[in-house]
């Protein structure tokens, strides 16, 4: 079983940036690709971005040139810097890992991420 728990949410004016981290523990040697979703009220959860141990990071075209995704060779942290922030950016970002051999995700608890002036 894998366990995450997110931090670096909260509340940013638009232009600005913050940065989510998201600490795995458990069977961390099980996970291959970490991730971030997000979560806008009414709306579904959508990928943000990915990187896994075989291939570069993956983002959403409405993120792309703004955040960047990064994780440790160890595959137990990843974080998501986010720039030139925009009141759409606004939802809950979720933490994401997949593992082997089973391919099956699990999720941490969400961070709260408002962009507002």
């Known amino acids: 079983q894998v366990q995450l728990v997110e931090s670096g949410g909260g509340l940013v004016q638009p232009g600005g940036s913050l940065r989510l981290s998201c600490v795995a523990s458990g069977d961390v040697s099980s996970i291959y690709a970490m991730s971030w979703y997000r979560q806008a009220p009414g709306e579904e959860r959508e990928l943000v971005a990915s990187i896994s141990s075989t291939t570069g990071p993956y983002f959403s075209d409405s993120v792309k040139g703004r955040f960047t995704i990064s994780r440790d060779d160890d595959k137990n942290t990843v974080s998501l810097q986010m720039n030139s922030l925009i009141p759409e950016d606004t939802a809950v970002y979720y933490c994401?890992?997949?593992?082997?051999?089973?391919?099956?995700?699990?999720w941490g608890q969400g961070t709260l991420v408002t962009v507002s002036s």
């Open positions: 994401n890992a997949r593992v082997q051999p089973s391919h099956m995700s699990y």
